[in-house]
Structures are given as structure tokens and as C-alpha cells.
């Protein structure tokens, strides 16, 4: 029989200047999404954990995602998200959603009961009906955080302020989690509110495969994080995932797309990788990541480079 794999997880609350004194705001949120996706590890598949990791980061108020989202120029909810097995290499996603609480739990339902990996608009609301999903008042989703945020734009032309946002770089945003199970299979998910004050109807990278996403059980999964048109134009998952399949460690592919990607557009951005052989790494040329990972039952967690803190074992 088939020896079992030690399962990994690896989570994610978004790259960008994460401000002195906010390690504290976001560091239980990342650890418990960590533990609990984790927890189901012990059991379940991939696929669980990341969706239950996802939905710790979207239920808090701390991270662009679900609950908490960053709001558009309208100041309306336009929120994102993709899962995606490595066995099948299929993957469910979703755009502009404005009233489901976990929007990873229904880009899953696409994944699992479509044949198609990607819904929007008017489909998209009746495959919510015909599923019975439930629906949450979007001001029921709408954090405290989220309307100071899009407040400080007030006055200003907020489209040339998201430039500027865009520019600096200060944007903490977007979740994800990568996990390997013990039956070896790999699954990856990202979720976002998008840019405070984006256009409407904006799309960023996150729910794009290849871009905000991407895992293949024969080489690792990734998750991805940053300002959404420039990791679509270098295409920044599956470019992780192909370096790696060239021989190269997650940590050393994703730290070659992150260059490619800050020579090429300007921009800098994150990832968190998880390799086949259980390696997980975060990494990112922004001044901070929230990240946790667990492996062996011991969690390990950080936001600023070269942070490995130790947070004791489950
Ligand atoms: N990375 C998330 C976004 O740009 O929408």
C-alpha cells in the first residue's frame, strides 16, 4: 500500500505596506485560518481545508475578502473568487458577487456541480437560485474598516486615487490558502474585495486561473496576491508552477516571477507556494505578507520578511 503524504497548509491575508503596529490585528486571524484548515486535514481533503482557511479569512473583518471587502467607486461589494483542484485540474470561479457571505464556498459549488470553471452576471445569479445558496444583505457584508477606507477618498476623483493607491502600493489585500492532503492531492483558493474605489465592474487577477490561482498535484499549487493587472500580465500562478516544473524549488520560483513581475510592470506583489514534496514557502517583494503555515502539527506564521515566529504545535 501506498505510503501516506504528511499534509501542509499554507495561508495567506494579502501583500502590500502592512502599517507598524498592525501585526497584531491580523495575526490571530491568519493563525486560525491556518489551524482550522489544518484540522480538517486530518481527515478530509485538500479541497475542505482550503475552503475552510478561505472562509475564516473571509468571515474577518481584518482581510479584504467576504466579509470586510474593500468596496468599489459606488460603494457597492464587487467580490472575487477561485478554487481549483490539482488531480483534475479543474477550477470553479466567480466575479462580482455581492451577497454571498463565503464566496470561495460558491466558486466550489462551481467547480463541483457545473462543467464549466468560471460564472458571472445573470448565470451566475440564477445558478445561485437553482442551489438554493444563501443570500446576505450586502450591508451585512460591508465592514466598518471598508467605509473609513473608501471615506479617505471622498472628495477626491476616485479613480485617480485607486491610481495612486495603486502606485504606492499600500493595498493589503486578497486571502488564500494552498494545502496538501494525505492522499497527496493538492488544492488552491484565493478570495478578494478588489481595489477600494475600483471601477465598477472591475476584474482583477484573483479569480483568473493561471493568475490568482493555480496547483497540479505533479508539482505544487500557489495562491497569489497584489495588485491584479499586473499579476494578469505576467500571468503569475501558472508562471510559479511552470518554473517549478522546470526544476526549480517554489521559493526560487516564485521569487524569479515576483522579479520578472517588478522589472516588467513596476509592481510588487506576493505569493504562497506549496511544493508536491510538502515545502511550503511564502514569499513577496511588498514590505509584508501575513502568512501562516502548518505542517507536522506545528504552526509557523510571519509578516515581514525574514519573520519565521514560531506558534507552538495544535
Ligand atoms: N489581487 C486582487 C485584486 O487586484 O483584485
Same mark, same amino acid.
Given at each position: 500500500?501506498?505510503s501516506?503524504?504528511?499534509?501542509? *497548509?499554507?495561508?495567506?491575508?494579502?501583500?502590500?505596506?502592512i502599517a507598524? =503596529?498592525?501585526?497584531?490585528a491580523?495575526y490571530?486571524g491568519i493563525?486560525?485560518?491556518?489551524?482550522?484548515?489544518?484540522?480538517?486535514?486530518?481527515?478530509?481533503t485538500?479541497l475542505?481545508?482550503v475552503?475552510?482557511a478561505?472562509c475564516?479569512l473571509?468571515d474577518?473583518?481584518?482581510?479584504?475578502?467576504?466579509?470586510?471587502?474593500?468596496?468599489?467607486?459606488? =460603494?457597492?461589494?464587487?467580490?472575487?473568487?477561485?478554487?481549483?483542484e490539482?488531480?483534475?485540474?479543474?477550477?470553479g470561479?466567480?466575479?462580482?458577487?455581492r451577497d454571498?457571505?463565503?464566496p470561495?464556498?460558491?466558486? &466550489?459549488?462551481v467547480?463541483?456541480?457545473?462543467?464549466?470553471?468560471?460564472?458571472?452576471?445573470?448565470?451566475?445569479?440564477?445558478?445561485?437560485?437553482?442551489?438554493?445558496l444563501?443570500?446576505?444583505?450586502?450591508?451585512?457584508?460591508?465592514?466598518?474598516?471598508?467605509i473609513?477606507?473608501?471615506?479617505?477618498?471622498?472628495?477626491?476623483d476616485?479613480?485617480?486615487?485607486?491610481k495612486?493607491?495603486?502606485?504606492?502600493?499600500?493595498?493589503?489585500?486578497?486571502?488564500?490558502?494552498?494545502?496538501l492532503? &494525505?492522499f497527496g492531492?493538492?488544492?488552491? =483558493?484565493?478570495?478578494?474585495?478588489?481595489?477600494?474605489?475600483?471601477?465598477?465592474?472591475?476584474?482583477?487577477?484573483?479569480?483568473?486561473?493561471?493568475?490568482?490561482?493555480?496547483?497540479?498535484?505533479?508539482?505544487?499549487?500557489?495562491?497569489?496576491?497584489?495588485?491584479?493587472?499586473? *499579476?494578469?500580465?505576467?500571468a503569475?500562478?501558472?508562471?510559479?508552477?511552470?518554473?517549478?516544473?522546470?526544476?526549480?524549488?517554489?521559493?526560487?520560483?516564485?521569487?524569479k516571477?515576483?522579479?520578472m513581475?517588478?522589472?516588467?510592470?513596476?509592481?510588487?506583489?506576493?505569493?504562497?507556494?506549496?511544493?508536491?514534496?510538502?515545502?511550503?514557502?511564502?514569499?513577496f517583494?511588498?514590505s509584508?505578507?501575513?502568512?501562516?503555515?502548518v505542517?507536522?502539527?506545528?504552526?509557523s506564521?510571519?509578516? &515581514?520578511?525574514?519573520?519565521?515566529?514560531?506558534?507552538?504545535?495544535?
Amino acid at each position: 500500500m501506498a505510503s501516506e503524504v504528511t499534509p501542509v *497548509i499554507i495561508v495567506h491575508g494579502g501583500a502590500g505596506d502592512i502599517a507598524e =503596529g498592525r501585526e497584531g490585528a491580523v495575526y490571530p486571524g491568519i493563525q486560525e485560518a491556518a489551524r482550522e484548515g489544518y484540522k480538517i486535514l486530518q481527515d478530509g481533503t485538500a479541497l475542505d481545508a482550503v475552503e475552510r482557511a478561505v472562509c475564516c479569512l473571509e468571515d474577518n473583518p481584518q482581510f479584504n475578502a467576504g466579509y470586510g471587502s474593500k468596496l468599489n467607486a459606488a =460603494g457597492e461589494l464587487e467580490m472575487d473568487a477561485i478554487v481549483m483542484e490539482g488531480k483534475s485540474l479543474k477550477s470553479g470561479a466567480v466575479s462580482c458577487v455581492r451577497d454571498i457571505k463565503n464566496p470561495i464556498k460558491l466558486a &466550489r459549488t462551481v467547480l463541483e456541480k457545473t462543467e464549466h470553471d468560471f460564472l458571472i452576471g445573470k448565470g451566475l445569479e440564477a445558478f445561485i437560485d437553482e442551489h438554493g445558496l444563501t443570500r446576505t444583505p450586502p450591508s451585512e457584508l460591508i465592514s466598518e474598516r471598508a467605509i473609513n477606507l473608501l471615506e479617505s477618498m471622498k472628495g477626491t476623483d476616485y479613480l485617480s486615487e485607486v491610481k495612486r493607491e495603486v502606485r504606492k502600493q499600500t493595498e493589503h489585500d486578497t486571502v488564500g490558502a494552498v494545502a496538501l492532503d &494525505r492522499f497527496g492531492n493538492i488544492a488552491c =483558493g484565493t478570495s478578494t474585495g478588489g481595489l477600494t474605489g475600483q471601477r465598477v465592474g472591475r476584474v482583477g487577477d484573483s479569480p483568473l486561473i493561471g493568475c490568482g490561482a493555480y496547483c497540479d498535484n505533479a508539482v505544487g499549487g500557489v495562491s497569489t496576491t497584489g495588485i491584479g493587472e499586473a *499579476i494578469m500580465r505576467i500571468a503569475m500562478a501558472a508562471r510559479i508552477i511552470l518554473y517549478m516544473e522546470h526544476g526549480m524549488t517554489g521559493e526560487a520560483a516564485a521569487k524569479k516571477a515576483l522579479e520578472m513581475m517588478k522589472e516588467r510592470t513596476g509592481y510588487k506583489s506576493g505569493a504562497i507556494v506549496l511544493g508536491a514534496d510538502g515545502q511550503p514557502s511564502p514569499v513577496f517583494t511588498t514590505s509584508g505578507l501575513p502568512w501562516a503555515s502548518v505542517k507536522n502539527g506545528r504552526i509557523s506564521y510571519g509578516v &515581514r520578511k525574514g519573520d519565521i515566529l514560531d506558534g507552538g504545535s495544535m
